[in-house]
């Protein structure tokens, strides 16, 4: 039986969501290119030592061991699959290895809309931050995330909102400037 692609995620309370916004963008390019995978849930604690423990290479900047991962099979049944992790990676890893359908990577709309996603994020981070421990976490990955994210300088709120809407705007104006419902327009 041939193995599947297994995308690494982090756990919430039950039943098992995904939430996290990093692992969604990896789901939504398998779920676009219809690649067959199961998902392995992990607790905020569990993330590094587990990864650790299948012989995943740690970035080689920032946190060594990161969620989104996924394990791509080989094609060859004598060879040993590949780990990748961090979701940009992920979508190049899988747009190579399955390119169809396209996801246009070259367009020149991507580095504006990283660019602007990652100042909306930046500036929300507090809006978000504030909510994860109580409403999504189960007990070990609550304190695990109370413990190693910086809760006491996030600012949430209106203050976040009106800080972020002119990049949220900008955002809105590229997907309004092909008709939506994606920055390059439609599908197809």
């Known amino acids: 039986m041939a193995e599947e692609i297994t995308l690494f995620d982090l756990s919430s309370k039950p039943p098992n969501k995904a939430w996290s916004l990093n692992p969604w963008k990896t789901r939504l390019v398998l779920n676009y290119k219809s690649l067959p995978y199961k ?40 060879l040993k699959g590949n780990y990748v992790m961090d979701s940009k990676a992920i979508v190049f890893a899988l747009e190579n290895k399955y390119p169809e359908p396209p996801l246009h990577l070259d367009a020149p709309q991507l580095a ?34 109370e413990e190693t994210v910086d809760l006491e300088t996030a600012v949430g709120g209106d203050a976040a909102w009106e800080e972020a809407r002119p990049t949220l705007e900008a955002i809105a104006a590229m997907l309004n400037e092909r008709g939506g419902p994606f920055v390059l327009g439609g599908i197809g």
């Open 39 to 78: 998902t392995h849930w992990l607790e905020l604690p569990d993330v590094a030592p587990h990864l650790r423990f299948l012989s995943v290479l740690p970035n080689a900047k920032g946190t060594p061991y990161t969620i989104p991962t996924i394990y791509l099979p080989s094609c060859n049944s004598q």
């Open 112 to 145: 504006k809309i990283e660019e602007l996603w990652t100042q909306a994020i930046k500036v929300l981070r507090g809006v978000v931050n504030l909510r994860i421990p109580s409403t999504l976490l189960n007990e070990s990955s609550r304190k695990y995330f």
